[in-house]
């Protein structure tokens, strides 16, 4: 933070309260979806602040978009994961000559 | 002619002409000498203004020349020198000529004499060197026999005394004073004024003590005194000089680096040093022995220097280079910022780069740190208020701030180099000596002491009122170090490890093949080559725990974490325990947790202490409960932020405040008020109110939020929930399993009160 | 508002030196204005209290063209943190050149650790160099009214060198649509 501009936290602060509108009138599940939107966005502060574009909110966009990518990601490997098992436990409970099948 | 040797000790105006210097011999006494010294300032602006000055000074004790000298940004100008011999008609001549030519600039006018002395002659505070002196004690030649940047110079044996009441004064009246020299203690007491001052007096006699360290000396001790002495009669000079007496600087109230300072008036002594540990700004970080080192290396007398902020230091140290350099310093002038277009002013007002931790707990965390990183791009790239800017060809340029650097040495890398290089190499003996090294402490002292001014040189260059400073040069300092942080972050990713996080000048990285200070070698030699700064691995941590937002859990906080070290002892940051104003009580119990989980160098096990951990909680309310904890460890220190009527709301250190202004106690702002939360109509109770405070009156359920907070602080990046821990400290449940192991909507305690007991869906 | 930039633009067409009082520190007033300003060309503000507008500049700037960076390369800034650097920077900027903007003058000026008599002398000092500005270029100079000594004594000086005054009205709050329902 220099002595003439905001903060990139006040910064993202300012943008979140700007939707606040737009917050309002949705449904509460939408507004907790949100939510994770604006916690993404406070947490790559630093990478928001680097960006040399003059508008953060040109940058929060590919934060959020991060973020949720990460969260599939997560959300796959954990499903692989999870079909593997399955798929092993079925293994060994066929009869021998269907597993060879 | 005689010729003395021993340490530079004191040195201030002589009434009639010239300084009185004070000299610290190798034979351990101490000696008074004269010298005639002129003091010189000057002054430029349009050819008829000068003249009208020079007919005006005809007329005064002055020897007047014409010069040339340097002004740091306009190169060689014309200027009128102005030479005086006695010393002490500098003030009222200077307000004379301001006040007759206002609009000529002038040089050289608001500095310490002993800078003035310390350019002419390379003698410094505490300085070894020669002395040649004629039959009457007047120096007719001084010497330096060392430099201030030696590692390990010979210093005097400064003989000490001790001064210090019972009590706080403003606390309550003292009833006896404790005096203390060498292996000998006194205890005089209070209610025999008379003998008191007798026996200070046959004590300053006897022992001829250098350094007086008192407590509360500033703002209480020696005005009592001068008080009793005037009551008994008896006389009582503190000073070496008989000729003195006392000085004394008013208190004054101040915001620095965004907090309110306060500095209670200050007594001066005259060829000895009088220092009050309650009334210095960072000298309890260091001790004499830093004071010294800093007074050594600063040009700024002892008695100055331990009271007042290390931005002082440096500037000392800017003006004793220019002085050095024949360059001028300016009076009330100030150079404005360089322009620069939007996108420019985007780029650089910016501060240090600070990486969001990722919460939770990691093992081998090794922090690396660039040693005095910003002082160290001043040295190195050269940054200076004259060098940013420029249009030289062979200047460096730094695209995006549409600016270049010169190459040519500027006035603050000349300044900090010889201090920055001694730090690196203190910091280097330091990691690598034995704590029973007879050094250790000495070169700890110097290194804090060191630590200070350089921490300050880089917010120099961009303070408001700094004569040297250009907010460009500061920007570009910023500027630097984010890029040389961003790319030690890539080079670490490079070579395999996870920045866990970044802090302007550290960055917090592990690997799971990574254990030891040695792996982190081939790291550290690419960053240097590719930064040309020094850096190097501070510790490797067995386990560090980084704390999230008490708000949101998923947010991690930057630079609050606790990290367990090899020796069983932690390094911490932004914890209850570390924050002035946080209860003793409470600090102790977050200690305690410390000391429970660093039992555990395995992360994954920490869990396992929960149970212990518990208990030593339950013992901790119970005294709570009880009321039987000392009142002393309720205390709540805080500083007052402003003065008092501009408070809109009075927050509880305001009340504590009014509390004591009503009883026509002196509060300033930056004063750290004392007090207790209660359970009365006002809230709380300022500790220097002197009628007796009811105990029963302590708010106990406020001291338990305190500390349930507190205590969630370390265990929340254990997976510790909010909730979870309220029931175990404050519903009497325990647990049926560490936190973490299941799913968190089965996480509950076992017998808990579920009338009371909320689950959390999320 | 709206007037005082019609005026404002005007006058930038021309020189002279145009004061503007303002009530409040008026930093929407401000932006706006300075959006106005830069849209017509480049403009060099200095700012007294080292205040600047932040990314509502842009954005308002973006409401009105497409060409968003070129249009804040109209705009060159510095900010002041004493009075002695408010008079360097003004004392450094050239005779000629394009319309300045001079955000809350007396900002610095109310500095009490530095003598009266000096921050007298240095206000002085300022209006000579604004004088010699205005005679070449169109020079804004904004200031906030304050109820205090130091305002009435400092005032006189800006007033001396002034071509015209405006006083800024703050901006009325915008009419929201009250809750139906």
Redesign the interface.
Known sequence: ??????STTQ?AFDQIAELKPFYEALRRTDQLILDRFF?SI?????AI??A?D???MEVMPFVILLEEHKRNSQVYNELYILIEAIENKIKLLLPPEENQT | MREYIGWLFDLYVHPKQGIVLWLIGEDQKAHFFTQPFQLTFYASGPFHRLRQLWKFLMAKPVRLNRAQRKDLHEGMKDVLEINLLSLSLFEELFKEINQRFPDLLYYDVELPLILRYAAKYSVFPLGHCKIEVKEDQEISEITPLGTPWQLDPILPNLRVLQIRPDVNPSHAAPRYLSVHYNCFEYQLSLTDPGKLLFSLNSFFRQFDPDVILTSYGDPWLFSYLEEVSKATGIPFNPNRDPARSIRRKKEISFHNYGQAHYRGEQVHLFGRWHIDDQNCMTFGDYGLMGAIEQARVTGLPVQEIARRSPGAGIAAMQNLTALRCSILIPYQQQKGEIPKTY?Q???????G????PLPGVFSNVAIIDFVSMYPSIIVEYNISPETVGVEEEDAFPLP?MGIKVSSREGLIPAALRPMVEKRVEIRRLLKTMHKDDERYVRYHAYSNALKWLCVVAYGRL?FANSTFGR?NSH?VV?FIG?KML?RAKEIAEDQGFTVLH?YVDSLFICKPDAVKEDDFQPLLAEIKQETKLAIEVEEVYSWMAFVSSRR?P???VANRFFGLRSDGDYKIRGLALRREDTPLFVANAQRQILQILAREKDPSQLTSLLSDILRMLQQRISTLNNRIVPIEELLVAQTLSRELNEYKVLSPVARAADQLRAIEKNVRMGQRIKYFHTRTKRGIHAWDVPEPFNPLLVDTAKYKELLFRAVHEVLQPLGVTENILRNWMFSDASYLLPPGVLHPRLEMPLFANLNRLRVDIS | MNDIFKLTIDITEKRGLVLILTQDNAYQSKTNLIAELILNGPLFVL?GN???P??AL??RI?ERTTM??ET?GHLYTT?ASTCHRLFDSLANIPSKGEPILVLDLLHTFYDADIPLRVRLFRLRECCRELKRLAFYRPVIVMVQERETEDYEKFIPALGSITDKTFTLVPEPQQLRQPALF
Do not use: C, Y
Request: net charge positive; charged share 25%.
């Open positions: 933070m220099g002595r003439t501009l905001p910064i916690e406070l947490q790559h502060r630093v602040s680097n040399a003059l508008l953060p | 996108n002013l985007v780029a650089s007002d910016r501060g780069l600070v990486f969001e995006e961009g907010i920007e910023s984010r961003l970044a949101n998923r947010l991690s | 700012s080292e205040w600047l932040a990314f842009p954005r973006r968003m960076k804040m900010r």
